[in-house]
């Protein structure tokens, strides 16, 4: 299968930067001590700040450490390809061959974020279970929950990144909006606080946007705040927003696709 | 049917430029005008024109990649710009300043990838693989990333890529660009052989001119877009009204030579070029000399090409 094979490809090029990798989970296990202490400062000031209590609020920091690179929450992974292919002009060379350009990202994308799932995912977490109080999901449903709904966020991310990368069609350089779409990613994603923290509309809002689906779903459905048909809601979340994502992909696509061989480029 | 058929074929681009505060103005650029030429199945044909005179835009426009503005075009009985992918199998694209490789993949993967995409039968795969690495002499660099490879390593490993799927129609632009004499001289006999085993019908673009005299029996010249010449490479010649030069070397320095059948160019010292038509035999113009002068060289170069084509693009501006 072509798609399995870039997959493999992606994955197999990824780990060949193991230094990168050790000095990635160095880099999340610090960042996740430091928020992991700013957190139980403020869950001792307010113990149920969010619905939460301090050990569900520690895990959530260790788990956005794990997710963060899994799902390429600033950006990153093969989108990136694509937009400095598009820059080059090399895209040319992918639009000659008989494949679909989404699919094929996509699946090259999947095995970036399986080697970062299982580096950067699982090694600092480990290193959280070893230094704080971390809990653990309280029901099979609820771990396989969280199992199915990586992958969902991955593809949510990617679509989004993907459609980022595409603004390269007509701006030749799709930085401005890369940087943009990463700082809208970390605040909306629960990355920087978590998103039951957020009042009123501006919470309400943060839940709607897809970035939710990246991080703040998937620990939740850990922390076992979804349950029975809630999780199934959630899980639908996150599939509803990757199918609309992906079509909106496809359309851009076949737009710039369009540009370039109406308009020339 | 011609393999290759283009008609009156158009192509004009929209230039929009800055013209003060949020004003623009639009003006148009042809690119390819009025061009018409048809190919058969095994030939050979090179695609030459000076920079900017709309090859690349012409491979684009018959690997389906952009639109003709208007005027008809078939390559293999397809419309290709809107059988796009279905071309893609039958048809191979080497770029000399682009890879159709990955950077990052031993050149074997990037083949395999490349087996996946076009679907290519195993057994014919292998086929051709091995014949392509026998013939290329690649079978050391297999397993080397791509990114390793010298340049003439990555063009053998890039023109295998686009021959696996055993594409009707092979287009190189500019393949030869960069390499060096040795690998220059491998790779035009490679696709001399291919040519002949498998009739591939090859379009070359390219500014070495030697390719075209190794490999074309024909070739179009293009220039503003449009076919300024379209025949063989001997015909060309013909048409520039090239000639031939005698380098005659005297004992002494003296006047100007003057014999029938032949005008001096240039003098530099003893030293004196004279020049006579193509067709006509060089034997009564060295005898003349030889009878009349104090010769103590003579040398007779053949017309170049390259000159040639400079005429046409002068006359054609």
Redesign the interface.
Known sequence: ??HV??AS?AFR?YS?YRAATVAGVFTNSVFGVIYSFAYLALWKANPDAGGYDAVDAVTFVWLGQALLMTVALWGGGATDDLAERIRT??V??D?????DLVGWYLASDLGRAAYHFLTRGLAPTVIGLLLFDIALPDSPAAALGFALSIPLAVVVSFAIRFLVASTAFWLLDASGPRILTGALAIFFSGMSLPLVLFPGWLGGLAEALPFSAMIQVPNDIWLGRHTGLDLVGALAFQAGWALALLLACRFVLALATRK?????G | MPLIDVSGLE?T??VRRRAGFMRRTRSEVR?VHDLTFSVETGEMVGYIGPNGAGKS?TI?ML?????PTAGSLRVAGLDP?RQ???L??RIG?V?GQ???L?W??PLR?SF??LR???RIPDARYRENLDRFVELLDLGDQLDTPVRQLSLGQRMRGDITAALLHDPEILYLDEPTIGLDVVSKGRLREFLRALNAERSTTLLLTTHDLQDIEALCDRVIVIDHGTSVYDGSLAGLHAQGGSSRTLVVDLVDEGPPIDVPGARVKKVEGPRQWLSFPTEASAAPVVAAVAASYDVADLSIQEPDIEDVIRDLYSRGA
């Open positions: 299968m072509l094979a870039v490809r090029r060949t002009g090399d040319a060379i639009l000659y061959r008989p494949v370039l061989v109406v308009q020339g | 192509r681009f929209v690119a835009t684009k690997t389906g990649i952009l639109v710009s796009r992918t279905e893609a199998q694209v770029f682009r890879t159709t990955w990052d993949l993967d395999e990838l996946k995409i076009y």
